[in-house]
């Protein structure tokens, strides 16, 4: 059965420290992973990683993903309280168009 | 640019009575996914429309079902509702050709 496995469930920072969220997966046929911040309801898209793209950045935010280990890794460097949200992430499987949710971190950032 | 509305917001129902939710895709995209998160869960795959067909479906009982419109936009009924239907229940947009999904805020359902 296809999973995706987030940990640690949940995770207690101050502000300035580095975090790194960890996504896990065992799919039959890998395709893509994405990355998504939810703070109240919507969750709002960060990344996405293919065969061809690795390693992305943006901000304070980055990511990889090791297709050989099968997992990815969010870091949050300098983290700020408005950080504080669930981080999904979430794999498709190649041949269908289903997206693979982990449970998510819970992530908050104290002042 | 609108996003991906949702309506309505929230919703409180009881047993064994039907519900209907809807959702309208951000503009410019033709596939819409529905899915429901339990309270401290990830989101769990329902199913996906595509030119208003149900082109892939997760692991939900037929009580679960959707429509998309020619404009686009979707509805996901919900049968027979049981109090673990209780959820919120996202809606997701995105071109067809692309596997980045925009969200919409969500319905919050409650069965009581």
């Known amino acids: 059965e296809d999973k995706v496995v987030q940990s640690p469930l949940s995770l207690v920072v101050h502000e300035g420290d580095t975090v790194t969220l960890n996504c896990s997966y065992e799919?039959?046929?890998?395709?893509?992973l994405l990355w998504y911040k939810q703070e109240k309801k919507a969750p709002t898209f960060l990344f996405m990683l293919?065969?061809?793209?690795i390693e992305k950045k943006s901000g304070r935010l980055s990511s990889i993903l090791d297709k050989k280990e099968l997992f990815s890794i969010l870091n949050i460097t300098a983290t700020q309280t408005g950080d504080s949200a669930v981080y999904l992430c979430?794999?498709?499987?190649?041949?269908?168009?289903?997206?693979?949710f982990g449970t998510g971190t819970r992530l908050k950032v104290l002042a | 640019d609108a996003g991906v509305t949702q309506s309505p917001t929230h919703l409180i129902k009881t047993r064994g009575q039907q519900v209907t939710l809807r959702c309208s895709p951000k503009?410019?995209?033709?596939?819409v996914s529905w899915y429901q998160q339990a309270l401290g869960q990830g989101p769990q795959f329902i199913f996906q429309?595509?030119?208003?067909?149900?082109?892939q479906r997760g692991n939900f009982p037929d009580r679960f079902s959707g429509h998309q419109f020619p404009n686009y936009s979707s509805e996901l009924n919900v049968n027979a509702l049981l109090l673990g239907d209780s959820a919120l229940y996202l809606c997701?947009?995105?071109?067809?050709?692309?596997?980045?999904?925009?969200f919409g805020p969500g319905t919050r359902l409650l069965v009581l």
């Open positions: 997701a947009s995105s071109w067809a050709r692309q596997e980045t999904q925009y």
């Open positions: 429309y595509y030119e208003e067909e149900e082109r």
């Open positions: 293919t065969s061809s793209g």
């Open positions: 979430a794999v498709v499987v190649s041949g269908t168009y289903k997206y693979i």
């Open positions: 799919v039959t046929n890998f395709r893509s």
């Open positions: 503009s410019g995209h033709d596939t």
